[in-house]
């Protein structure tokens, strides 16, 4: 059964660069056919979808989000990262990593303030 797990900062100062990592245990990100898929909640609302990436690297991203956001990976730690640039405090909430949207991390709080 695949595991997710997000880890990173839960504080970001305004304009710096958010960075998360997403370990994946139970199966392997090169896997063909799934999708590795970062979605956040803000405070009060709905899930947002932030971008993919797919087994073999490549990524799409949310057209609201995408002059800001990048997805890579690191197939020897089975990980894949988010980094999201020039943070406001509307970037604040839950941070989840998924599997096709099926399987899901815990999710992780991120706040930005200064």
């Known amino acids: 059964q695949v595991q997710l797990q997000e880890s990173g900062p839960g504080l970001v100062k305004p304009s710096q660069t958010l960075s998360l990592t997403c370990t994946v245990s139970?199966?392997?990100?090169?896997?063909?056919?799934?999708?590795w898929t970062w979605i956040r909640q803000p405070p009060g609302k709905g899930l947002e979808w932030i971008g993919n990436?797919?087994?073999?690297?490549?990524?799409i991203y949310s057209p609201s989000l995408r002059s800001r956001t990048s997805i890579s990976r690191d197939t020897s730690k089975n990980q894949f990262t988010l980094q999201l640039s020039s943070v406001t405090p509307e970037d604040t909430g839950v941070y989840y990593c998924?599997?096709?949207?099926?399987?899901w991390g815990q999710g992780t709080q991120v706040t930005v303030s200064s």
């Open positions: 998924a599997r096709d949207r099926v399987d």
């Open positions: 139970g199966g392997s990100i090169t896997t063909n056919y799934y999708s």
């Open positions: 990436m797919n087994n073999r690297g490549s990524t």
